[in-house]
């Protein structure tokens, strides 16, 4: 399966975020952020890479402050 | 030994919803990790309440954006952060006679520093605001305005609407201290035009002692505030000073966690029984006492305000009887627990004309009931026959 992450500058952000999409029943992931990626949060999201374009939308709807979406 | 009867709300709620105390067991025993710090699951979860907690205050407080609400240990530590973290040199502040020293204090100290200028706004000898006075202390040009919603001496509640579209006409801020009325009376910071609102878990939310909050409108730019506190946030750790945004600007070091689960229990409790019926069940055991304190003699009430401008708190004094005197022998005699003395308010007492000795206050709770305040009545008539 592929996956995305969600990168923050906040945990406050990253759990806002999980919150929204779990509303949305959509299957995600609160994960220590890879060392590789950033080094700005310890929390990222992991969501399913087919999920994007949602996850996308809700960071729009939201406003949550994100700092970088990525496939992995 | 007879029954308690806890009229000491105003200094801290009692009794807690049993899902207050359950919450906060529950967080200790099945997760009890630090939120935001790991990324483990149990971290996620701790990190989840204090989520869940910010965003069920904010919805209550009319905030539109949770993340602009820091949580600290109670509305003494939230006043000063807003105090401290935004007046500059020369800022000049309208306050009230009537706040608590965790206001006046905080701003007292800024003056006789020679920082800020502040003008106290006086109230005439029954606690009421003079509103051109507050006009005239604003000026133009006022940074901030800073006042309590309401009185934990008197009860009464200021106009804080009216006050809001006053201090914005002068450019100011305002900085409201809800202690006394979050949980308790409607709060809506953005129909109410308040720019800061501090707030403390323990009293009308319904929470443990060592939790509360600085909540900031949309009209006050993050960068301008200087934290009380730097510290670990969990976010920006690569950098070695602290992040400019909100809420992290505001929080560091490990949150009250298991106290936050028991406001988050609190909060969903005043949700579910809705805050208007509380409000109506405070406000007709309030009116009651009032009504019954007014038919006995040789006892005065102090600053109670009409119907809608008072929450459930209400002064009194008896004759010749001290407030010492007279709150020792409630509580001896007759179980009533209820707080004398000046309530760390010495300027409102001066305004009510009840310094140094101070009063007996009487403060109602969502589990007062309308017998308790029948008894105190007695109890208050009793008393009143030795004064």
Known sequence: ????????????????????????????????????MSTDCGTALRFQWIDAETVNASIETTSIEVAQVARI | MKPVIYLDNAATSWPKPPAVLEAIADFYRG????????????????????????????????????LRLAFCSNATEALNTAIHGLLRPGDRVATSSMEHNSMMRPLRALEQQGVIELVVIPESSHGVMDLDAAEKALGSGARLMAVNHASNVTGRILPIAKLSRM??????????????????????????GIDLLAFTGHKGLLGPTGTGGLAVGPGVDNREFRPLKRGGTGSRSEREEQPDFLPDKLESGTLNVGGLAGLLAGVQWLSERGLDSIRRHEESLIQRLIRGLEGVDRVTIHGAGSLDAQ???????????????????LDEEFGVLSRVGLHCAPSAHKSIGSFPHGTVRLAVGPFTTEAEIDRTLEAVAALAQRA
């Open chain 2, 311 to 329: 929450a459930g708190t209400v002064s009194i004094s008896f004759g010749n009887l001290s407030p010492s005197e007279a709150g020792l022998m």
């Open chain 1, 1 to 36: 399966m592929e996956f995305g992450i969600v990168l923050f500058y906040s945990t406050n952000a990253a759990l806002r975020l999980e919150k929204s999409l779990r509303s949305q029943g959509l299957k995600c992931k609160l994960i220590p952020t890879p060392r590789q």
């Open chain 2, 167 to 192: 201090a914005h006409r002068a450019g100011a801020l305002l900085l409201v201290d809800g202690a006394q009325s979050v949980g308790s009376l409607p709060v809506d910071m953005e129909s109410m």
């Open chain 2, 31 to 66: 997760i009890g990790a630090n939120p935001g710090r790991s990324g483990h699951r149990r971290s996620v979860e701790a990190g989840r309440v204090v989520n869940d907690a910010r965003e069920a205050v904010a919805e209550l407080i009319g905030l539109g954006d949770p």
